[in-house]
């Protein structure tokens, strides 16, 4: 039996449609513009890059809090907590 709160989950990307996410999959996904990690302050603080517009991420995890919902990407090293409306939809699984 599936637990669709955990498993699965709806999200909606940048060009306003649904996608259903895999928790434990990976996922391509494009930069729709100049992405920060979601802690700009600290970021920049520590001298992070930002992922430029059109760049091909992978999805490592989805996660949530009391602010939200979130992707958590890897890219040059870095984990960029974004919000998943920053992004376009690539590619079903790498």
Not at 15 to 33: C, G, R, S, V
Not at 68 to 85: A, D, E, K, M, S
């Amino acid at each position: 039996m599936l637990n669709f709160t955990n498993d699965y989950r709806f999200i909606t990307l940048a060009d306003n449609q649904e996608y259903i996410f895999e928790q434990n999959k990976t996922y391509k996904l494009k930069a729709t513009k100049d992405i920060c990690d979601e802690d700009w302050k600290t970021a920049i603080a520590h001298g992070n890059p930002i992922i430029p517009r059109g760049t091909v991420v992978e999805l490592d995890k989805i996660i949530s809090n009391l602010y939200g919902l979130y992707f958590v990407i890897r890219y040059n090293g870095y984990l960029f907590y974004t919000y998943p409306h920053d992004f376009e939809y690539i590619d079903f699984e790498i």
